[in-house]
Nanobody, 120 residues
């Protein structure tokens, strides 16, 4: 089983920057694709960015050009560098990981989330 712990959230002014991180730990064979989701009150959960184990990335149109997702496979950590933050970026940000267990099964693990608040 995989545990994901996200950190790096906080309160910033509009136009500011934050870097989120999320590390995977526990018992697993490998970690595949990792993603960041976010959810704000009154809004559906939204896929923000994803990255494959090989480093291929994709972004929601709303964050493209402002956010960068990256990962370090050696310690199973994914990052989200956020620049030019807007009030509409305010949300709880969750990381996920496609975890393959030693038995060969794969499932999506979710982290606990970290709050990002951008002052308006």
């Amino acid at each position: 089983q995989v545990q994901l712990v996200a950190s790096g959230g906080g309160l910033v002014e509009a136009g500011g920057s934050l870097r989120l991180s999320c590390g995977a730990s526990g018992t697993f064979f490998s970690i595949g694709a990792m993603r960041w989701f976010r959810q704000a009150p009154g809004h559906s959960r939204e896929l923000v960015a994803g990255i494959t184990r090989d480093g291929d990335t994709d972004y929601a149109d709303s964050v493209k050009g402002r956010f960068t997702i990256s990962r370090v496979n050696a310690n199973n950590t994914v990052y989200l560098q956020m620049h030019s933050l807007k009030p509409e970026d305010t949300a709880v940000y969750y990381c996920t990981a496609a975890a393959t267990l030693h038995g060969g099964t794969t499932y999506t693990a979710w982290g606990q989330g970290t709050q990002v608040t951008v002052a308006s």
